[in-house]
């Protein structure tokens, strides 16, 4: 992950959930960066999925028809 530039910000977190993580010694400022980066690409991985669903699908009816391209080729 490319860090650019940092802003410090309140999100509200259950307090035993935080006092746990403090408990186990957790950066808690840097998993709550992880866990919002990793929600991030799934949420644009979603979309990009709605956003080419109708090409995925032609692709798929295409090797459905056809079969892989250049299959031949392939040893396994």
Excluded: C
């Amino acid at each position: 992950m490319v860090q650019t530039g940092r802003k410090k910000g309140e999100v509200p977190i259950d307090s035993r959930l935080l006092a746990e993580a403090n408990d186990l010694k957790l950066d808690v400022a840097r998993a709550a960066e992880d866990g919002i980066a990793r929600a991030v690409k799934a949420e644009k991985e979603r979309l990009w999925r709605i956003e080419n669903a109708e090409a995925i699908a032609a692709a798929n009816d295409y090797v459905e028809k056809h079969g892989l391209p250049l299959a031949k080729y392939r040893l396994f």
